[in-house]
């Protein structure tokens, strides 16, 4: 009884280990409390985790928008790295120009420190719509920078209007629902594809409902020379209208449903970090939400027939076996 006890333990311990991969997150905090993000701000949270990936040996870029308004009031702030805001059009233009600059200054020996990193934050409105241009110039060009857009498929500060990242169907106060609109008409732009169309080496998407694995892309983004590019998901309960609770557990329904798969693209290579042959259906994702809570059965089998042929085209990409 005490051997199988024994021997029970240490299957035990072992199936833990293989499970839960031992790592060490740093308490530095680089990204600190106080801001005014809403109750269960996905995107605060993501930003902490991004933060701590990045280290202090970073330039920040920030574009107008949620994690710009919450952190940077006037004569608090909660950035504890050097910091830039910057307008909507030209987050990626600041960031290209100041590595550039430094590139130049490091030529001419007039700074020592070859390691500094150049990162650019900004929302989908700001990545996927206003700030897209200067975006796609600094990928061409191929600076040395991460980019991380923080997707909470909206304009969330400025009062919920519809962005190009909006899903099909959600309401928003541009995209209201009525008698004659089902609220946002359009598909959601696919700007992780529109990263890997410039040929970059690094694109990727996460969310911070997988803490690891979006800090794991962070540092994988920071370490490629050239540009990377980083899509996370930002579950915004004042948004979606969803309870603050329950943002962790929408990030991973979204991730289990295929509505926003975790996948890498390395030197033009996918691979799906977590791939489920069952996916959960869409409508377990949408229920909590109230942004979706006018669409019929028909409208929901369509936009779940289109979820799961998009994930199997991307598990064709990634080569996983059906
Ligand atoms: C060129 C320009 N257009 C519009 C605005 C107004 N504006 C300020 S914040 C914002 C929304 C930003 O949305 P997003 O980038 O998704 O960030 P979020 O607020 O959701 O974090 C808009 C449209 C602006 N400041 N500049």
């Known amino acids: 009884m005490g051997g ?23 308490t530095d905090e680089i990204f600190v409390p106080g801001h005014r993000a809403c109750i269960g701000c996905g995107e ?23 994690s710009e308004i919450i952190a940077s009031l006037l004569p608090q ?42 990162v650019g934050f900004a929302g989908d409105g700001g990545t996927l719509d206003i700030g897209l241009q200067a975006l796609s110039g600094a990928m061409e060009r191929g600076h040395d920078f ?3 857009c923080f997707d909470n498929e909206a304009y969330m ?7 190009s990242s909006t899903p099909y169907g959600a ?21 992780p594809e529109i990263a890997v169309a410039h040929k970059i080496p690094y694109v990727a998407t996460a969310c911070p409902s997988y803490p690891f694995d979006l800090m794991d892309k962070v540092k994988r983004g920071l370490e490629i020379e050239g540009p990377a590019y ?26 289990e449903s295929g509505v926003f798969p975790l996948y890498e693209v390395i030197n033009g290579e996918y691979r799906l970090n977590f791939d489920f042959a069952d996916l959960k259906p869409v409508r377990e994702y949408m229920k909590p939400q109230r942004r979706f809570k006018h669409l019929t059965e ?5 936009i779940q027939a289109r979820v799961v042929e998009e994930y199997l085209r991307l598990r064709e990409k990634a080569g996983v076996k059906k």
């Open 4 to 26: 199988g006890y024994a021997l029970y333990t240490m299957t035990k311990k072992k199936e833990e280990a293989d499970l839960f991969v031992p790592r060490v997150v740093t």
């Open 44 to 66: 605060a949270l993501a930003i902490r985790h991004v933060c701590k990936a990045l280290g202090r040996n970073v330039i920040i870029v920030n574009a107008t928008g949620c």
């Open 77 to 118: 702030t909660s950035w504890c790295v050097p910091w830039i805001h910057t307008l909507f059009e030209n987050t990626a233009s600041v960031m290209s120009g100041i590595e550039a600059a430094y590139k130049a200054r490091v030529r001419k020996g007039k700074i020592a420190d070859k390691n500094v990193k150049f």
């Open 146 to 148: 991460l980019y991380c």
């Open 157 to 163: 500060n400025t009062g919920i209007q519809r962005s």
């Open 171 to 191: 309401w928003t106060t541009t995209a209201p629902d009525g008698k004659r609109s089902i609220g946002q008409a359009t598909w959601k732009k696919n700007m």
């Open 230 to 255: 980083v899509h996370i998901f930002s579950p915004c309960p004042t948004g979606w209208r969803s309870p603050p609770e329950l943002t962790i557990e929408l990030g991973r329904l979204a991730v």
């Open 298 to 302: 028909d409208i929901i089998d369509k």
